[in-house]
């Protein structure tokens, strides 16, 4: 499938799809997406939740560009717990394109486009220590594949959008994510679709509308009850 890299509106990379014309990211900005649904209403939301904890196990649902990843590295200096990070990708992105991805100079000057490209240079299916707080797994594997029992404590959920993958905002998808999370858990997710939304909840999570991001009203954090 052909692949054009694009730039956002707060001047970030992404990467577009032709022919489902989709984006990865936001086009009203990748990195303030990122950061918003993410880092802020997930990571720091989770952190609050729970200072006392030393470790933080991470999946992500769409390993993509790999920024995500990149921020929760970033951001995890500034963490009291340490990272364990799985991200899992049906189709990785190639190096070519990775080359005009500008993530590292948008963030901090190009001062941390060693760590950006060590993400992606490292070996799939191994865990590996990115930094002293912040490790990486990549999984190369479709999402129904993921038979992970209550080891992790949060969700990216990054998949493509309904619209164009309507499959992934199911009941079945997300009753694996619910398995996959320990009690107690969290899920976000950009989307604030309804039908996502009522198939979380019955798949046993406690559903939130949050604010979005730039442009977008609404976002959804699901909880694992305990």
């Known amino acids: 499938m052909e692949r054009k890299i694009i730039t956002t509106a707060d001047g970030s990379s992404t990467i577009y799809l032709p022919d489902l014309d989709e984006t990865y990211h936001s086009r009203h900005g990748a990195i303030q997406e990122a950061l918003h649904v993410f880092i802020t209403s997930g990571l720091d939301y989770w952190s609050d939740k729970y200072p006392e904890k030393q470790e933080l196990s991470v999946l992500e649902i769409g390993f993509g560009t790999g920024l995500n990843a990149f921020l929760t590295c970033l951001h995890a200096e500034s963490l009291h717990c340490k990272i364990k990070y799985t991200g899992v990708e049906a189709y990785p992105v190639t190096s070519e394109h990775l080359q005009h991805i500008n993530y590292s100079k948008e963030i901090l000057s190009g001062t941390q486009e060693s760590v950006f490209n060590t993400l992606h240079d490292v070996s799939w299916e191994v865990m590996h220590d990115i930094t002293s707080k912040f490790s990486l797994l990549k999984q190369e594997k479709i999402f129904n594949d993921i038979t992970d029992v209550a080891l992790y404590d949060l969700v990216f959920f990054d998949a493509f959008g309904p619209r164009v993958q309507p499959e992934l905002w199911g009941e079945a998808v997300f009753k694996i994510m619910y398995k996959a ?11 604030a679709q309804g039908n996502a939304r ?7 999570f406690l559903v939130d509308r949050i604010p979005g991001p730039p442009g977008k009203r609404e976002m959804l954090r699901a909880n694992k009850p305990l």
């Open 181 to 191: 999370l320990k009690p107690g858990g969290v899920l976000v997710t950009y989307s």
């Open 198 to 204: 009522r198939a979380m909840q019955t798949v046993g």
